[in-house]
C-alpha cells in the first residue's frame, strides 16, 4: 500500500478539552477505573494530562513521564512529549536523560527531530501522536489517526512499544 502525507492538523483547543472531558470517563471504564489517580495520570491543566510510563530493560526498571496535550484532539491525536519529571517540559540537550530509547517499528523517538525552518523537536514517531502529522510524516492510509480513537490509543501504543523496544535511556549530556 502507497504511503501518503496527512494535512497537517488544526488546533482548536476548546474542542480538545471538550473531547478530553468526554473521553476520560470512557477510558475509565475501559480501565475498571474510577479516577485518574488511581492510575498516576493527573491533569496539569485542562489541556494536558501526565502519564507516568515504565520501561524495564535487564531487570531495571526506569520511570518516565509522558505528556499529553490536547490542542487539536479529538479529529488529530494528542501531542505527546516526555519530559523532565521536575519541570514537566523538555528541552535538548539538558533533558534528553529523560527520554526512553525506543526503537519500535511502530513507535520510534527521536529526542532532537529536525523539521521545518531549522526548528527541532522531540518526536515520539508513531501515528498516535499529533507531532508525527505536524511533520508532514508519510503513512499508510490504515494507518492514520481515526477520530474515533481516545487518547488511551497514544498512550497503549506507546506503553506497547515500551514493553518490547525499550532500549534504556539516552545518555546524560
Known sequence: MAQIVPPTPVLDIARGIASLDEDIPRVLALLGKTAIEELGWRRLNKSSLIVPIQGTLNGVIENYVLRLGFAAYRKWPPSAQFVNPDTLAYAHPVDQHHLPILTSPECHLHPNYAVANGKTLQ???????????????????????????????????????????????????
Open 123 to 173: 518526536l515520539i514517531c508513531c501515528s498516535a501522536t499529533q507531532e508525527f502529522y505536524d511533520t508532514a510524516h508519510p503513512v499508510e492510509p490504515n494507518l492514520i489517526w481515526s477520530g474515533q480513537n481516545t487518547f488511551y490509543t497514544t498512550v497503549a501504543t506507546i506503553q506497547k512499544a515500551m514493553a518490547s523496544f525499550y532500549g534504556g535511556r539516552f545518555a546524560k549530556l
